[in-house]
């Protein structure tokens, strides 16, 4: 249809390929063929915003997905099948989740913004976690200074997450690092210069860390792409910009011989 979009996509250990859409669940195999084509609701929601799905090695699908008609966010879990097992909610005024990551023992995290807590219009980071069989451990809150919000997390070698996102003050945004423990305990956060929103970090296998982003200081608007070591110092940094066109990246990876796509 034409007014249908999708927001997130993963691929399982299968080869097959997930998309999410608003109200639509499609499943690929590796050739390309539509093997499944689902319709979804959530009774009370409007405006459902799925984001950052992961799968798990037994092909079971974790997506967070943020919308309206009721506060809060959503967590959804999908056998290898299509077929819902769970959704979970965090109650939350005008809160929304924007990615989620597996840690090795199967436990969920999601990340995003909330208004919980603040006692205004300010956001705080949030930082949710749940078993693999949707009980929450524990439902944080971060803010260094400003309004916070966190836009993408990644698992440290060492089991900790670390999530990248954007600090709001009056007149300006610049990009945040932060690491936490597997508990959800802060243990350090970094701010760098203005004007930039990362959208995507990834963690290599010696824990160095990559963020991009757009780079919006001028028109048009640029890609930056940074390397930080394990502790938030930036190692380096390349922009790709262009006086003629503007550029946006929205993700990244790691692969196997290390390289960044």
Known sequence: ESDESASA???DYSGRVWVFGPRKLLIYDSTGELILANSWEQDGWSDLQP???VIDQAGSAYVPVSGTGVDGT???KYDRD???LWNRTWLGSSDNAYATVLDESGNIHVVGK???GTGGFNTDLLLLKYTLN???LFAKALRM????EATAVALHPDGHLCIVGEEIGWGYH???VASFDSDGEFLWGRCYEKDTELSSVAVDSAGYVYAVGCWEASEPEGILLMKLSGEGDVVWSELLYSPTCSYRAHDLAIDNTGDIC
Not at 145 to 148: D, F, L, S
Request: aromatic share 4%; glycine share 12%.
């Open 145 to 148: 200074e400003n309004w916070q």
């Open 82 to 84: 299509g077929s819902l």
């Open 134 to 136: 949707g009980d929450l």
């Open 9 to 11: 996509l993963a691929a």
């Open 51 to 53: 984001e950052g799905v």
């Open 74 to 76: 959503l967590l959804l």
């Open 114 to 116: 909330t208004h919980k």
């Open 174 to 176: 610049r990009p945040i």
